[in-house]
């Protein structure tokens, strides 16, 4: 790649990055979005919709920036909650790393590596030279200088690692203080209790309260046994459509909530839909109501155990509760509203078979992705993309078609394999067995780190060259040296993934 082609590259994210702050100060302003843009607001009805015509609106402005700005942290977590404070948190992380990164890179090693003579170039056209004369490839073999780069990179570390340890002692003293502050949860005195051995004659609820009554008789206080109830929760999910409908139907004008009970709503009587829904929501209730009256529902090998107190809680949880470790297996029981239901009556053999198809399944489509990481690596070369494809020799010769193609289209299409993995690796996750909606979030970030570690990092920078990928396998000792040719070969490849994320962040709402 060239240094046009990089500046293409920088243009093009730069201009995105100002239409998408446009569209963004546009579309917030806009009636139909107060729900999506100040949801929390309009469910408290602290705004409502307007619709009259306001010229206004179709305006862009910077102001809702300033007023970003504007609370401080205290006032944030009192309005978003602890999540989004460390949400932030981790953003201001990235700022202070990639301001540190990027003055030690550009006014001490920049130089360095533009003032050497390894690859011996002619300066005098600039625009057309390689990027990599401005990488440590253009550093002289067994040169002083390449202690620069050696120290460079201990020192780098070293304020990252500060930079990690502050901002974990900062969040690890707010959660402290959020904890302290906020009232006891009913679910920091509850475990989940799988696995629950089934015994002749015997409800497992009267397994379990016999078992906890017998072996924690100071701290057990009550159980609840878990079922299925499909049918319950089919009229919850209608229940909860029906909700927001009437939301929705209510923040509208007079007019709209009346619509006609014949063909297609233009014949018949008028009818006001909101006492229409408000009466198939009382329906439902009244079915939701006889359905637990009944105690419909099988039971399954689950309970939640609640304590007296929360040491209570924590000594059920972290000692074995029987001989068979597939026996009374206690987690930590999530937040009401974070439950993950259809893992509840499986095996502890079933679990561990999903996981292991997981593990299957996710190290081929890591192998598959190396697919599209060979094709981007190849866009970065022309040369490559004149042999393959004959025909395009032609706009190839074009200086913006190039520069575009080997600058711009690499990060791109790379970006779009990428956004594809995410919802993947989420599938991945709710198939291992996990009981909450966190716990399949969490692990599916860690699937994705690793996944990007391998096939953005390693991958990326070994796919130059089939022959780099079978001396790996060949000698693994080489490894270290290896990388160290081939890293700083496709630092190009790392700056456009940069540019990619940083206009990513512009459609953070």
């Not at 009805?45 to 306001?54: G, M, P």
């Not at 270290?480 to 790392?494: H, I, Y």
Request: proline share 5%.
């Amino acid at each position: 790649m060239i240094l046009s082609a990089l500046l293409t590259s920088v243009g093009i994210n730069l201009g995105l990055c100002f239409l998408f702050f446009t569209l963004y100060s546009i579309l917030r302003n806009q009636p139909g979005n107060i729900t999506v843009y100040s949801p929390r607001l309009f469910g408290e009805r602290k705004t409502q919709q307007q619709d009259e015509f306001n010229l206004e609106r179709l305006l862009p402005s910077p102001g809702w920036v300033k007023r970003a700005w504007q609370p401080s942290e205290d006032e944030f977590l009192s309005i978003t909650g602890l999540d989004a404070v460390v949400f932030m948190r981790v953003f201001i992380f990235c700022l202070r790393v990639f301001t540190f990164a990027g003055i030690v890179g550009i006014f001490v090693l920049l130089p360095i590596n533009f003032l050497g003579d390894q690859l011996a170039e002619d300066f005098s056209d600039l625009p057309k030279k390689s990027l990599d004369s401005f990488s440590i490839s253009n550093v002289n073999d067994g040169s002083n200088r390449l202690w620069i780069h050696f120290c460079a990179a201990y020192i780098f570390t070293v304020v990252v690692c500060y930079l990690l340890y502050y901002e974990y002692n900062y969040i690890s003293l707010k959660r402290i203080a959020y904890f302290y502050s906020s009232k006891p949860q009913p679910d920091q005195f509850t475990i989940l209790v799988r696995g629950i051995p089934a015994s002749y004659g015997s409800s497992f609820s009267q397994i379990v309260e016999n078992f906890f009554t017998e072996y924690h008789p100071s701290t057990y206080l009550s159980h609840t046994v878990v079922r299925r109830t499909s049918k319950i929760q089919s009229l919850m999910n209608d229940a909860e459509k029906l909700y927001r409908t009437l939301g929705h139907l209510k923040s509208k004008n007079s007019r709209q909530r009346y619509k006609r009970d014949g063909f297609l709503g233009l014949f018949g009587q008028k009818v006001d839909l909101v006492d229409h829904y408000e009466k198939k929501l009382e329906d439902i209730e009244d079915n939701v109501r006889l359905e637990q009256s009944s105690m419909a529902g099988e039971e399954v090998p689950a309970a939640f155990v609640s304590f007296k107190s929360r040491f209570g809680a924590a000594i059920a949880l972290h000692i074995q509760q029987g001989i068979n470790p597939t026996e009374w297996v206690t987690e930590r029981a999530p937040e009401p509203k974070d439950v993950y239901w259809p893992f509840f009556s499986a095996s502890f053999i079933k679990r561990w078979i999903f996981k292991i198809a997981v593990v299957v399944a996710y190290l081929a489509i890591t192998i598959l992705f190396l697919i599209p990481v060979v094709v981007v690596q190849g866009l970065t070369h022309l040369d490559q993309l004149e042999t393959w494809f004959p025909f395009l020799k032609g706009v190839l010769s074009l200086t913006f078609v190039s520069d575009l193609i080997t600058g711009y289209l690499p990060s791109l299409i790379l970006q779009l394999f990428l956004s594809v993995v995410p919802p993947i690796m989420i599938l991945f996750s709710s198939m291992q067995g996990y009981i909450s909606q966190s716990q399949i979030e969490k692990s599916a970030c860690t699937k994705l780190l690793w996944f990007t570690v391998w096939n953005i990092f390693f991958a990326n920078a070994l796919s130059g060259s089939a022959l780099t990928m079978v001396n790996i396998f060949l000698e693994p000792k080489k490894i270290p040296s290896l990388l160290g040719a081939a890293v700083p070969a496709q630092g190009k490849t790392t700056m456009m993934m940069i540019l990619r994320f940083l206009q990513s962040l512009t459609t953070v709402k």
